[in-house]
């Protein structure tokens, strides 16, 4: 079982994907620089992996209905390298949507407890289409 205190590691590790995800959005701004989203994938998965700790990431990433994803995310991100960004993104977005998929419903259920956005995601027809995609809940 995961430890839900913050110790040191995992405040770095959340820094580290926040700088991942920042270089790699500048990289895009930049009009697909491929070292800032290079910079910007290592970055977020090194955050990850100091996160959730480096035996459960290699078991999270390696797992038989991960693999997908994985390969995917790392083909992608063999993409961006050899000078390819934009497929290279495009398909390291598929691996991220596939690897991280069952997160969605616990982020549609933190979302709706933000005052302002979770008025809006109440709303009949935004709350139909959440119902319509949420699945089982992942234990964060």
């Known amino acids: 079982m995961a430890s839900l205190e913050m110790n040191d590691l995992k405040k770095i590790g959340l820094g580290l994907t926040g700088f991942g995800v920042f270089f790699t959005f500048l990289g895009v701004i930049f009009v697909f620089d491929k070292g800032l989203i290079a910079m910007g994938n290592i970055l977020f998965l090194a955050g990850v992996t100091l996160t959730i700790g480096i035996n459960p990431a290699i078991q999270f990433f390696t797992k038989r209905q991960n693999f997908k994803g994985t390969i995917s995310f790392g083909l992608g991100f063999l993409l961006v390298v050899f000078g390819w960004p934009i497929f290279g993104l495009l398909l390291e977005s598929y691996g991220f949507l596939v690897l991280f998929s069952g997160f969605w419903p616990t982020l549609a ?32």
């Open 109 to 140: 259920v933190f979302l709706q407890r933000i005052p302002l956005l979770g008025w809006l995601l109440q709303q009949p027809y935004i709350r139909s289409l959440l119902d319509r995609y949420r699945g089982r809940r992942v234990p964060v």
